[in-house]
């Protein structure tokens, strides 16, 4: 199995709502990511959690906050976003450790469109 | 800083035809370069990963090169089929972690009948 799943795959939020993107997989990886996609660009990376703690944060706004609840599952919790904040959000993971050539595998990305 | 970039921008082709899609990086020090595939609205899908004692690695029709002296790399797809039509992402990796990878901003392919 070497699936990324992440729910939903559409998300449509108020500025005022809260939410939260779930990513799930069962790999054993021990590193995850979060990426933002807007159209036409590559992604941007957000957040990296390795042996789920918080490794790397891109200067994220804190109206994103991610959540590693163990090694499987990783969230990013949506609160007040902006409508420029729309675009497709790419969860990923990779084994983890220090060996770089690991590949890294994304899910199928949730898009998310604030109004 | 380092920087990956692709050409062509965009390209279209028969189907059935090959086509070749370039990536020049400057990052430094490197560890390993990576081409996705990314279908629209969809996640990258990993075609072929190379380090720098590799010169050319094959997936079924992709075949990706990589010069380490010139940094540079190709992806070149044969006998094109409509289901390539995707953006073809090169990816590359800095020796010292593999959470800061610099990504190109694509080419993106259309095949036509």
């Known amino acids: 199995d070497t699936e990324v799943t992440q729910t939903p795959k559409h998300l449509v939020m108020g500025m005022t709502n809260k939410k939260s993107l779930k990513c799930e997989q069962h790999m054993g990886h021990r590193a995850m990511y979060w990426y933002k996609q807007k159209a036409k660009k590559p992604p941007e990376l957000m957040f990296v959690?390795?042996?789920?703690?918080?490794?790397i944060n891109e200067s994220v706004p804190s109206r994103f906050s991610p959540e590693c609840p163990n090694s499987s599952l990783l969230n990013l919790h949506l609160h007040a976003l902006q409508p420029e904040d729309s675009a497709l959000y790419l969860c990923?993971?990779?084994?983890?450790?220090?060996?770089?050539?690991?590949?890294?595998?994304f899910g199928e990305g949730s898009w998310l469109t604030v109004v | 800083k380092n920087q990956v970039e692709q050409s062509p921008q965009s390209l279209i082709i028969l189907e059935g035809k090959n086509c070749t899609l370039q990536c020049n990086y400057t990052v430094s020090p490197f560890s390993n370069l990576r081409w996705y595939k990314q279908d629209t609205g969809r996640g990258p899908v990993s075609l072929t990963i190379m380090t720098f004692s590799e010169n050319t690695k094959s997936n079924g029709r992709y075949t990706a090169t990589l010069d380490a002296d010139t940094k540079q790399s190709s992806l070149h797809i044969t006998a094109s089929q409509l289901s390539d039509s995707a953006s073809y992402i090169c990816v590359v990796s800095p020796f010292y972690t593999a959470s800061k990878l610099t990504f190109g901003t694509g080419t993106r392919l259309q095949v036509t009948l």
């Open positions: 959690y390795s042996y789920e703690k918080l490794s």
């Open positions: 990923a993971s990779s084994p983890g450790g220090r060996n770089s050539g690991n590949t890294i595998y």
